[in-house]
């Protein structure tokens, strides 16, 4: 019994790691500056959180599978840009609009899932580099590398309006993030998912299709880019070919400092939420400080590394007690 | 002098929470070759840990030619000449067979550049002095199995070893390069080389060791000569009770046809393959590694693509394209491979356990969290599963108790036809004991079971009627009751000769 006791203390200690990490962070930054714990100012680390958070959300789910998607960024930012291109077409619709982007995202996720479960090329990290390359060239080329604005408010309402200052962006966020956990979680193809990255012959030899699971996590990577299009479009009022070419490596920090492996089959949707929340509030407590942007990426770049190396030392804890059990 | 070339006294290792030796002694004399045998967790890796310095001993000693040594590292013991050949053999797939040899140790010219005219020749001579005419400059990714732990043993040869420790060599080896590790074990002995040989299969230890020890939780049972030793004795020192049969074979009442092949093709592997396989029997597959068992079942799975014939299951034609298609039409396939093919290792045993039917644990579209807990509670009891809980992530259980989670994954589809691939390799007699009882219960609820083995004990032990493959070929249909029905004839058609 005292065996279960340790180990559902030590599973909260993974759990709980993160969370503690935010909370020393957030006690410093409220020291440091006054201007940190206004309320303004947190409404906008939730709101600066929001892009990130969504992408994050998809990125679990390849990372689940032992994949990755470096393609997100360029999704983002093409899907915005067929959008845009969209409007000057003349669709004024922004139900309309807003489906087309995340058509296109849904597009190139399925793209990214068939070159790995059709084509069987051997890792996502080389053909997703590819579908990036492919997508933010097109964006480039169909816009002639011009922004686009002029989006009617239906499209820019859910990355622009607040209630009562809280960022609806972010309320998405949060719906969508409870929505992600029922379906990891509580659902058989959520489950499925996790298996299949831990171990994807085995799920196959069980009549789990690996295969269509895999085009599954791909397709939403792809369409939680896109949204986060829609976001990014609201915030900026245009539609720009360059955008988010840091997304990628940001949404993968928030879901390795949140606990997620590139070895697949772990991570869960609240640790990446804190990883987002995490980037951000480190983004704006450096701000605030007056910090230059190379600052902030010195410092972000030592939080994943310190992050990573958490969670390796953890692993090898866990490894060394499993083995010295089987002796 | 000591009697020994290598000898451990009143050895104790303690783990957090465990014993691993307790008061642990064996001898090793020069040039005998010693079996060293114990069920799963019996202490055997760390007894082989201790001699090669991986793990310092807390109490004891370890006398090397009667001097004490005190290893600090796995260099210092090989430096003294004890040597291991891992079940995981230490090779580097892509490197040339020279090139794993002299690892770490090679030879240089006064240039101070490699000297691989020398290091080529003399791995190509030690090579050939065991048995194994190869050229050392190929990747040693580009030879089976036996050839690649002849590398491990030819390092272990040409730096000197007085004693080279192998660990369930056989267990990866087909039968015809068990043959020749034998030999060249012999070979090594006649050259003064003391071997300690770990193996669970009893046969290897009475054919080749002079002595044997056996232990048990971690403390030394016995040593004896092996002409003093019979299987009965042996079995009873390792597990500490009798056994009065290893096989518990209840005899099925045979039913209706549950599956049947007609020729089955699929280019290079299967030639021809056609049988039928009934409920309440138990149909035993033999054959030499590399007949194709495995492969008829994975393409019956749908695991791997067939270029014809056809599959009937209870008489009707069934249509499998993939492994969902033979589960949803209630096969079940439980892989030899358990690691790779049949657990997710990092997730729960409750996950592993739904794996093949998450869609019947559904409410709605929700997992229905009551059934999952009750169905795998039930598993857990009726298959008497080891488990701390059922949230224990399932690569921290034992061999034997993985097996039966595997069992449980397939149990829970309400399958009707099980082919067990060697169901029982690499664990220990009890838990084969349960496993064979598992066939027992499912045959007498009238399900097929198919066994696939390439242990002829077992297969004689459990099986109603065995059926003999070759080289993509059915060579023999032998029931329990006909004269054949013995390893001679058995062994013969699996060489190929007629019965």
Redesign the interface.
Same mark, same amino acid.
């Given at each position: 019994m005292s065996?279960?006791k340790k180990?559902s203390f030590k599973d909260l200690a993974s759990k709980v790691g993160p969370c503690l990490a935010l909370i020393v962070i957030f006690l410093i930054f409220t020291v440091a500056t006054p201007k940190f714990l206004q309320y303004d100012n947190l409404m906008n680390v939730f709101k600066q959180t929001s892009i990130n958070a969504l992408i994050s959300a998809g990125m679990l789910i390849v990372l689940i599978t032992a994949g990755i998607d470096l393609s997100v960024g360029a999704v983002c930012a093409l899907s915005t840009c067929i959008m845009g291109l969209a409007l000057q077409a003349g669709v004024q619709n922004s139900a309309l609009l807003i489906l087309i982007c995340l058509a296109t995202g849904v597009l190139i996720g399925a793209f990214n899932g068939a070159l790995l479960t059709k084509l069987h090329l051997p890792h996502p990290f080389v053909s997703t580099l590819g579908t990036r390359n492919i997508a933010r060239g097109l964006a480039l080329f169909l816009t002639g590398a011009a922004t686009i604005g002029g989006f009617p408010d239906g499209v820019l309402s859910l990355g622009f309006s607040t209630i009562n200052g809280f960022p609806v962006s972010f309320l998405a966020v949060i719906i969508l993030f409870i929505c992600f956990h029922?379906f990891l979680n509580?659902?058989?193809l959520g489950?499925?998912i996790?298996?299949v990255g831990?171990?994807a012959?085995? $799920? @196959?030899?069980?009549?789990? @299709?690996s295969d269509r699971v895999l085009l599954i996590c791909y397709i939403l990577s792809g369409l939680m880019a896109a949204l986060a299009g829609v976001v990014l479009v609201g915030r900026t009022a245009t539609a720009y070919p360059l955008a988010g070419d840091t997304y990628d490596t940001d949404a993968i920090a928030a879901c390795i400092i949140g606990g997620a492996s590139f070895m697949g089959?772990?991570g869960t949707i609240w640790g990446t939420l804190i990883g987002a929340m995490l980037i951000a509030i480190i983004r704006n407590g450096l701000n605030l400080l007056g910090a230059s942007s190379y600052l902030q990426q010195i410092v972000l770049g030592a939080v994943i590394i310190l992050a990573v190396f958490v969670d390796v030392t953890r692993e090898r804890m866990e490894a060394k007690? @499993?083995r010295?059990? $089987?002796? | 002098m000591s009697e020994y070339i290598v000898e451990l006294r009143d050895t104790t290792k303690r783990f957090p929470g465990v014993v691993a030796l307790r008061g642990m002694h064996i001898g090793i004399r020069p040039g005998e070759i010693h079996g060293l045998i114990g069920e799963n967790g019996a202490g055997k890796s760390t007894l082989i840990k201790v001699l090669t310095g991986v793990h310092r001993p807390d109490e004891g000693h370890i006398l090397v030619n009667g001097q004490e040594v005190h290893f600090r590292n796995p260099n210092e013991a090989k430096d003294a000449g004890i040597a291991c050949v891992y079940q995981e053999l230490n090779i580097v797939k892509l490197l040339s067979i020279t090139d794993n040899i002299f690892i770490g140790r090679t030879i240089e010219k006064k240039s101070r550049l490699l000297d691989y005219k020398k290091m080529h020749q003399m791995a190509h001579d030690v090579m050939l002095s065991l048995g194994q005419d190869v050229d050392p400059q190929k990747p040693c990714g580009n030879f089976g199995m036996g050839v690649q732990q002849m590398v491990e043993i030819a390092k272990a040869v040409l730096f000197d070893a007085k004693l080279i420790i192998m660990d369930e060599p056989t267990s990866s080896l087909g039968e015809n390069e068990v043959g020749q590790l034998m030999d060249t074990v012999r070979e090594l002995k006649a050259r003064g080389i003391a071997i300690l040989f770990v193996s669970h299969k009893l046969e290897e230890l009475f054919e080749l060791c002079d002595r044997v020890t056996v232990m048990r939780d971690g403390e030394w049972i016995c040593t004896e000569d092996i002409a003093d030793m019979d299987n009965d004795k042996l079995i009873q020192a390792m597990v500490g009770r009798s056994l009065s049969n290893l096989f518990p074979k209840v005899q099925g009442q045979r039913g209706a046809e549950a599956l049947r092949v007609e020729h089955l093709k699929s280019a290079g592997v299967l030639r021809d393959i056609s049988f039928a396989a009934y409920r309440g029997e138990i149909l035993g597959f033999s054959g030499l590694v590399g007949a194709g068992r495995t492969e008829t079942f994975r393409a019956i799975f749908g695991a791997d693509p067939l270029d014809s014939g056809k599959i009937y299951l209870d008489g009707k034609e069934a249509r499998i394209r993939a492994p969902l298609d033979a589960v949803r039409q209630k096969v079940a396939f439980l892989t030899e491979d358990r690691k790779g093919q049949g657990l997710v290792m990092s997730q729960p045993v409750k996950t592993n356990l739904i794996l093949a039917n998450m869609r019947g644990f559904r409410k709605g579209p929700w997992l229905d969290e009551r059934q999952i807990r009750e169905a795998v509670a039930g598993n857990i009891k009726s298959l008497s599963i080891k488990t701390p809980s059922a949230d224990e992530t399932v690569s921290k259980l034992s061999g034997g108790n993985q097996q039966k989670v595997v069992i449980g994954k397939w149990v829970n589809t309400d399958a009707e036809v099980f082919i067990f691939d060697e169901p029982t390799r690499g664990i220990d007699v009890g838990a084969k004991i349960e496993v064979y009882n598992v066939m027992n219960r499912l045959v007498k609820e009238g399900k097929c079971v198919i066994m696939i083995s390439s242990e002829l004990p077992e297969i004689l032990g459990m099986s109603d009627r065995v059926i003999v493959m070759r080289e993509g070929r059915v060579m023999a249909d032998i029931g329990r009751d006909s004269v054949h029905f013995n390893a001679e004839d058995i062994m013969k058609a699996a060489w190929g000769g007629a019965l």
């Open positions: 065996n279960t180990l029922f509580k659902t058989s489950r499925q996790y298996c831990g171990n012959e085995a $799920a @196959r030899l069980s009549g789990i @299709r089959g772990k007690a @499993r010295l059990a $089987a002796v | -």
